[in-house]
């Protein structure tokens, strides 16, 4: 145990010291598209990572929160099955407080009736995994500023549709699409 216990505090140093890295990186005028390269990773995902914002209203630091990507494809996979079971009461509680009068259950039952008519009903998921808007996939438990994306495919009788549904760092849903699997450029 105290050799899982080592490589533990080791990992959590090496994380920090990659932290101080790239804010020294930032300090010295290296851009995030620099620092992605060199990480192996996008701007996007760089910025997400690393980044620290000042907010202009208050001055204060923003910094990413942790978010469990387990726990993001659980709450993707649960929207859809709210939204399958016609559960849009359930549904609200998920979705934030400002999103609601845009993403009104009206909206979001009269687009699935849409999906039903092309394709029937939800049988399955496969897939479900976690990216940032752009698409870069997250695989592991980070620290992130801003939204995420909770991506699925999801299994109808006649067919698949990619679910996606945009998660911001309160865990709170800021957006739910419903597009063909091979549906070019999204929003999110």
Request: glycine letters at 8%; a negative charge.
């Amino acid at each position: 145990m105290e050799a899982i216990l080592k490589a533990q505090r080791n990992l959590d140093c090496a994380k920090q010291q990659l932290q101080i890295a790239v804010q020294e990186a930032r300090s010295a005028g290296r851009t995030w598209a620099e620092i992605g390269e060199t990480l192996g990773i996008s701007r996007q995902a760089a910025f997400k990572r690393f980044g620290e914002v000042i907010n202009p209203v208050n001055g204060q630091k923003i910094t990413g929160a942790p978010m469990s990507m387990h726990t993001i494809r659980e709450l993707t996979e649960r929207v859809f099955d709210l939204i399958s079971t016609a559960d849009y009461q359930q549904l609200e509680q998920l979705i934030h407080p400002d999103v609601r009068e845009e993403l009104t259950a009206e909206l979001i039952a009269d687009t699935w009736q849409r999906v039903l008519t092309d394709i029937g009903a939800k049988e399955t998921y496969d897939d479900t995994h976690v990216a940032l808007p752009a698409g870069e996939r997250i695989d592991d438990d980070e620290q992130l500023l801003g939204t995420v994306v909770g991506v699925t495919t999801l299994h109808h009788e006649a067919g698949e549709a990619m679910g996606r549904v945009a998660v911001d760092d309160q865990q709170k849903v800021v957006g739910i699409l419903i597009l063909p699997p091979d549906h070019g450029p999204v929003p999110f």
